[in-house]
């Protein structure tokens, strides 16, 4: 037996030392102790033969315990939302200095700031809707031709009526929503007005003013009273402030189902004096569709009519956005380009 214990002894040291720890299983101690259990006399091969057990035993535990050590180590949990190369030996943290708001952000907030200051609450839109949010409730019936101006991306996955859910293509999709919220404005005497600036999509024939993913806000003016002549003045307002300068704007007869009379906003081309390719040749850029809610919209949030009136618009914000920065394409919003975007 105290052949088995010095052997223990040396075993344990060397283990310590070993670079492949189950090589200590074929160690030659190991060997001689199994040797020498036929050449003891009979009646003590087994005690001798249990204890040699138990020492191997103690090895295998040790050897078992050593690999999953070196397992848990190689697998150790990866962040995979970490800020840096996590296989890199020191990791550098991105500078917080040289991050920017988009400058859509930037300026969805100045927007919302300016009809703030003009009375309106904002709301959110969002990036699946169904189709009567996006057409019925506006006053586009089934198979109305209209519909094909706001051709946008869909899911395979049906609504309740049987129909896919869209990836709205204009933010007048959350219309029918603002005016069943906020009814209790005018039970309290007071106007429904509200802003909602989104993002919104659209099966878009791409060029230097058209995208397919872009931002509008939404206005929803409603009260008793309430006519053309106010949301006229109400966008020109808006306008001046934003800009802080002069501008020549067209307002120009247009058609919209969801608007009766439909009017539709242009400003002057800031990028040219004769026309150039981001007005195609124009010299006007289309910036907003507007007009006075249509009765059956209203009729469809439960408000009469013949009680009230109110206006509506959608502006398109990377195109306001283009002519405040003098940006020639509209495409660099969304081109993640270091060098656009740091200059904002
Ligand atoms: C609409 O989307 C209507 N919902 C606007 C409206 C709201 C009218 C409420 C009446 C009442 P339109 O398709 O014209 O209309 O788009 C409105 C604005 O969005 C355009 O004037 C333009 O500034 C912007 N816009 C439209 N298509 C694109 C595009 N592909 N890329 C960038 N901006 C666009």
Redesign the pocket.
Known sequence: MEQIEQARKALTERFAELDVKSNILKAKELRELYGEIPKLPVEQRSAFGQAVNVLKNELETMVAAAEAAVESDSLSPVDVTAPFDINATRPKLLPTEQGTTHPLTQEIERVVEIFGRMGFVAEESREIDDQYHMFESLNFPKGHPARD?YDTFMTTQADTDGDPYVAPA?T?TMQNRILKKYYANLENDEAIAVVVPDRVF?N?DLDA???HT?Y?V?GVYVAKGVHAGMLVATLQKFLEEYYDRKLKVRVNPFY?P??EP?FEFALECPFCESGCSVCSQSKWI??????MIHPNVLKAAGIDPNVYTGF?????I??LVMMKHNIED?RHFESAKLDFLRQF
């Open positions: 101006d204009h007048s659209r878009e003013r058209h995208e872009f509008q939404e919209f969801f608007t439909s289309e910036l907003l569709g507007c007009g509506a618009f959608g502006c398109g990377d195109r509209i």
